[in-house]
């Protein structure tokens, strides 16, 4: 936990920018009956019957102290689906950043041994070697900023019945670009001194 909050401490560094990163499935869900477009004085309705159209991941990065963020949805969520978001991190969104530090949590296809599953070795340590993973603690995915992100998704974006993957990551990519053009940020108080004092409870008693 102290290793989190030490991190989220850090002046801004333009050549070692704190990017966090969270994903969440989700339900696709399309209607048996079409809905009611929204009028004057009559809101949108639907039907509650609903067709299940399968499912999807959502993978969210974000910079907090920039106020930039990706949120893009992939039909699995894999290794291999995790190892491409980093390699479109790495040299896609951030190709003269020198190292990231990375903020996840423990899911087993966070790890390093995913790009060499997903790319030749030579390619894989080129990647592993601009990277420095930071994972948070069992039952602690509260400290990663990226969950503020995804809570921001649901209820933005999330809101109506998606049916399909395509139609997904056009809202995903609307509300990615509205948020990024007023570089919403993230303003973390909660510090290593107050974890301390805070919770205590879950330090070893000496």
Not at 21 to 26: G, I, Y
Not at 100 to 124: K, M
Not at 176 to 195: I, L, M, P
Request: positive net charge; charged residues 25%.
């Amino acid at each position: 936990m102290e290793d989190i909050l030490d991190i989220y401490a850090m002046p801004y560094d333009p050549k070692i920018p704190l990017i966090c990163m969270d994903e969440q499935p989700c339900q696709l869900l399309g209607h048996i009956i079409e809905p009611i477009a929204m009028k004057p004085g009559r809101p949108y309705r639907e039907d509650y019957e609903y067709k299940r159209e399968g499912t999807c991941s959502i993978f969210v990065f974000t910079e907090p102290l920039k106020g930039w963020r990706h949120v893009e949805a992939t039909k699995q969520r894999t290794k291999l689906d995790w190892a491409k978001q980093i390699d479109q991190l790495l040299n896609v969104f951030y190709p003269d950043a020198k190292l990231i530090r990375l903020v996840l949590d423990n899911l087993n296809t966070h790890t390093i041994g995913a790009l060499y599953q997903a790319f030749p070795a030579e390619y894989a340590r080129n990647l592993a070697k601009r990277l420095d993973l930071h994972y948070t603690p069992k039952h602690g995915s509260w400290l990663n900023i990226a969950e503020i992100e995804l809570s921001a998704v649901t209820l933005q974006c999330l809101d109506k019945r998606i049916p399909d993957i395509e139609s997904l990551n056009s809202k995903l990519s609307a509300w990615k670009k509205s948020r990024n053009s007023s570089k919403k940020h993230v303003d973390w108080h909660f510090s290593t001194e107050q974890a301390r004092g805070k919770l205590k409870h879950l330090y070893p008693k000496l």
